[in-house]
């Protein structure tokens, strides 16, 4: 007994909608998001603990910023997420070198696959 060959489509694609294309940079900024959003947990806890840490510009800027602009680069089209992406790193790394005594060092693994992400997402859509 033989099967009719069926093209497999997506479920986008079903409704009508394209498909967006799937880009080599996608998995590393979503990684870079996940990770950004553990520190960012660890950085709200350390503020909010019994021993809290100084509310300083660097501390609110990692207990706010990195999530924000991960998912904005990982989500968004690329015409957005371009900019977006570019934006995280800076914070990361402002934050990262500000705050490299108490909760910066954290954000460390999500600044290098975001880095990642950011050179193949600028590389792949000329």
């Known amino acids: 007994m033989t099967t009719p060959n069926v093209a497999a489509t997506s479920s986008a694609t079903a409704v009508g909608q394209p498909a967006r294309p799937w880009l080599a940079s996608h998995p590393w900024l979503r990684g870079a998001f996940l990770l950004a959003g553990a520190a960012q ?15 300083t510009w660097y501390s609110l800027l990692l207990a706010i910023a990195p999530v924000l602009l991960c998912a904005t680069a990982a989500f968004a089209p690329v015409r957005i997420a371009r900019p977006a992406a570019v934006l995280a790193v800076a914070a990361l790394v402002v934050g ?13 693994p999500a600044l ?5 992400g950011v050179l193949l997402l600028w590389r792949e859509m000329r």
């Open 112 to 116: 290098i696959v975001l880095v990642v």
């Open 41 to 55: 947990l660890i950085t709200i806890s350390a503020l909010l603990s019994v021993d809290p840490l100084a509310n």
């Open 96 to 108: 990262i070198v500000a705050g490299a005594a108490y909760t910066g060092l954290f954000f460390l």
